[in-house]
């Protein structure tokens, strides 16, 4: 039975449906749940991103006092969630598709083309420390990594860019070259103008990355 036919949703799929913001989330293995945790977190720093919600009041029978509490939607896993353990994961909806997500008037075949699985190539996740399943602990440490990320990371920065003047001479040497050979047929090489006469000399410019 799916999320429209079970009675604790029907109505709220429909229509009370909402946005939990986040910058990443934990999630843990099936069976290991958050004794090996690790957190999940956009690899391009598209931060903050929505995961699909529905809401509603529950009543506290206790004390007769209404609650309002949200659930996060799940859908099946994808390679980053399968590595780390889990068979599900929760809805990430595109930004494109919040606005429509939260208008009542949405028509449902539409709602339910969204709760896919999102591109494990956007994510990555890393190990933290099960300390974190401790509701008396608090703190930025708790995010700390304890071991490798799933995916690898590159970075690519321009580090130098090479001029080359010249058949593999080099630009001074280019120019005493042309003040030489123009100087003999009457033209002369002004170093205040910067350039060399056209028919003198080539160039190219490129970028080295690491």
Partial sequence: MGILD???????IRSQRCLVVADA????????KLSKPYVIYPREGTRPFALAGI???????????????????????NSLTQAIGHQRAPVILNPDKEREWLDPNTPLGDITSMLRTWDARQFNAYPISPIIRDPRCNGSHLLEPVGQRIWPEFTHEIHSTLEVFGMGESQSRSRRAAEVSDTSRGVRYDSSQGTLPRHNTWGHQGSLFE
């Fill in 6 to 12: 079970k009675p604790m949703f029907r109505k709220a």
């Fill in 25 to 32: 989330f934990i999630e843990g293995p099936e069976r290991e």
């Fill in 55 to 77: 809401w509603d009041d529950w009543c506290d029978p206790s004390s007769g006092e209404y609650i309002r509490s949200f659930a996060i939607l799940t859908t099946v896993s």
